[in-house]
């Protein structure tokens, strides 16, 4: 199998919402009339963002993931994807996994692969999304003001379980909670359809990949203002609850998570406690707002400081 067997094999698909996918040098592209464009670039590489011989259909689901998530976090709706792979040789029974992972979870959204690049090398994947939003409409991270109420979807420290676990460093939590903590980390659920629900609710928002505290400190710069969490009501696996409290790092500053973390005034309360019925996901009440700068970690409202050893993933660091 040559270079461009292996695309047209696993990769080249129909793309019904462009005017050109894959196969020419550049896909073309019509944005419908009214919205913006949103564009986001991430990648993952083996042994920095994933253990070797992790499952290849988790990894198609997690690039594409990844990339979804921050589409999300704007609020927008997922369009058009490209992929650019480096992979270590063409292994078919891996290739088929790979694209099977990743075009399940395209198709559920309506994405298009419109393109990419395929080069032998060291494993690494790059997903770049296009969405679209409503002119003006966009979440973005420059929006909170002091007073607002900080929320998370779903549940947080699974996934920073279970890199713990693959590092040897985390506690003794039992086989089913670990397996359920491995899928947090594998399969993450991009959270597109509360973003589109969002607008015009949330003030500011992001997603949590690198870890709460970190990335809420992002947007607190961004907008101006600084935030309070409460360790207490950070929301957790039921088995994981004890481990909040003994473990505070794996909630407030692991990665991985992939939900979303928004802002929203205190009017829009009523309206953001009835989307958990109708989207079928928790969504909690974790901090507020503040003027001034910086995130302060507490253990509950109006609690005592909760030292933490790091605030989010760096690559650098
Ligand atoms: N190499 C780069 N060149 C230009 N912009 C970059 C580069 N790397 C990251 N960025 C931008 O910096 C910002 C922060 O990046 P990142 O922390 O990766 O965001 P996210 O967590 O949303 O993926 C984003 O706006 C991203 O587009
Ligand atoms: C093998 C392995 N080691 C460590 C981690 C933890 N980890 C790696 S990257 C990362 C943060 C998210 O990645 P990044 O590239 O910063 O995503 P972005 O913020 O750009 O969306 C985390 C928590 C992991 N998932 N796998
Ligand atoms: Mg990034």
Redesign the pocket.
Known sequence: MNEFQLIRRYFDRPAPGAVLGVGDDAAILAPAPGMELVVTT?MLVE?????AGTDPASLGHKTLA?NLS?VAAMGARARWATLAVALPAADEAWLAAFSRGFFSLADRHDVDLVGGDTTRGPLTLSVTLIGEVPAGQAIRRDGAVAGDDIWVSGELGGAALA?AARYGRAPDVGLDTLRNAARR?DWPEPRLQLGERLRGLASAALDV??GLTGDLAHLCERSGVAAELWLSALPCAEALLALRSSAPALFAAG??DYELCFTAPRAHRAAIEALPAELGLRLTRVGRVAAGEGVRLLDAPDGAPVLLTHTS?D?FR
């Open positions: 991430d042994g920095r963002h994933f253990f990844v921050d890199v980390l990949s690198d990665g991985d993933y690559h």
